[in-house]
């Protein structure tokens, strides 16, 4: 079974920049549409940012232009550089497989907390 393992949360202030990144153990990373997802306190998990096998990226609007995703396949890692975040970020992120639902097994999650 695929382990995926995120790391890279911390606590900053508003405006700051944090890169989370995203390690599995087996040849996940390449083979998939890769995703960002992430779960504030109250509120469902959702999905913040996609990267197709060919490169395409994609995102929800509240991220647009302030969070870039990417992939180092030889490492087999993705990566999420965070720029200008804001208090509406704060969430635990998580990494995943992308195959257009909802993923049903989740890592433990990296937490980041934005304060004003």
């Known amino acids: 079974q695929v382990q995926l393992l995120e790391s890279g949360g911390g606590s900053v202030q508003a405006g700051q920049s944090l890169r989370l990144s995203c390690a599995a153990s087996g040849p996940v990373i390449w083979v998939n549409t890769m995703a960002w997802f992430r779960q504030a306190p109250g509120k469902q998990r959702e999905l913040v940012a996609t990267i197709a096998r060919g490169g395409a990226k994609d995102y929800i609007p509240a991220v647009e232009g302030r969070f870039t995703i990417s992939r180092d396949n030889a490492e087999n890692k993705i990566f999420l550089q965070m720029n200008s975040l804001q208090p509406e970020d704060t969430a635990v992120y998580y990494c995943?497989?992308?195959?257009?639902?909802?993923?049903?097994?989740w890592g433990q999650g990296t937490q980041v907390s934005v304060t004003a």
């Open positions: 995943n497989p992308y195959r257009g639902t909802m993923p049903t097994s």
